[in-house]
């Protein structure tokens, strides 16, 4: 798999599924753009280790839903690294709160997931899809979530948030056909610092036990590496999950 001269921008990319998948990208030969807003350290620790590995990365700041920020962050990236060729829609949050428990969910909060989520793949998405459009060729993969078909999750609004995901990744494929693929994958639970920061403990040791199929990271970036570099997949969904969703 060779990427040599393609510039890659990942949301979200110093930690978790994030980082595994700006990691593998500079692997393949692309110089990576690894997005945060609160993981400074961890960014710059990912750009360090790619640009130790020979490769060309940098770690920029940008708050993905303030349309401006995200404008200003691509342009800094196509200045330094060349123009995004393939786009990572990984930025996600969440709060855990029982589906029973709706007068839990404020609408602020409700709000701020939607807007992470959501709002954010699809300013990334506007902020790179004339340049993709321009030169004829372009990748756009959101990270969704097992949970958009399965109505379960950590809160309602992460659920509502991961099928909205999957109907913009679709939305996106017809708005941006023939030259720019969009795709989106679905993970299942996988074992990153995501249980650690949203789920109660209690919840977490349960996981953590098996009771629920773990993937493994690095299924859930070859898969997303597949789509990469397929120009015959857009407007899907791959789920990776360890039959979950089968029951």
């Known amino acids: 798999m060779h990427l040599d ?4 921008l990942v949301t979200g990319g ?6 595994a998948t700006a990691l593998e990208l500079a692997r393949a030969g692309a110089s990576v753009a690894v997005n945060y807003s609160r993981s400074r350290q961890e960014a710059e620790l990912v750009a360090r280790q790619i640009r130790d590995r020979g490769g060309s990365a940098l770690a920029v ?11 200003s962050m691509v342009a800094s990236v196509e200045e330094r690294l060349g123009r995004v060729d393939i786009l990572v829609n990984n930025a996600g949050t969440t709060r855990y709160v029982a589906f029973s428990d709706l007068g839990a969910v404020s609408a602020e909060e409700w709000r701020r997931i939607m807007d992470v989520n959501v709002t954010g793949a699809f300013l990334c998405s506007r ?3 004339p340049g993709m459009q321009a030169r004829g060729a372009g990748k756009i993969i959101n990270v969704a979530s097992n949970s958009a078909f399965t ?4 809160s309602i609004p992460y659920v509502v948030s991961k099928a909205a995901l999957v109907s913009l990744t679709r939305c996106l494929a017809t708005a941006l056909a023939p030259t720019v693929q969009v795709n989106a994958i679905a993970p299942g639970w996988m074992l990153t610092e995501w249980i650690d920061r949203h789920v109660p403990p209690d919840r977490a040791r349960e996981i953590r036990s098996g009771a629920v199929p773990l993937v493994p990271v690095e299924d859930v970036v070859r898969t997303l ?12 969904v791959s789920v990776v999950d360890c039959g979950e969703m089968l029951g």
């Open 14 to 19: 110093g930690t978790g599924l994030g980082r």
């Open 225 to 236: 590496m597949g789509l990469v570099t397929n120009d015959s997949v857009t407007g899907a």
């Open 61 to 71: 700041l940008a708050d993905i839903t303030d349309g401006a920020a995200v404008s």
């Open 5 to 8: 001269g393609r510039v890659a």
């Open 127 to 129: 902020a790179v899809a």
């Open 151 to 154: 109505s379960a999750g950590s």
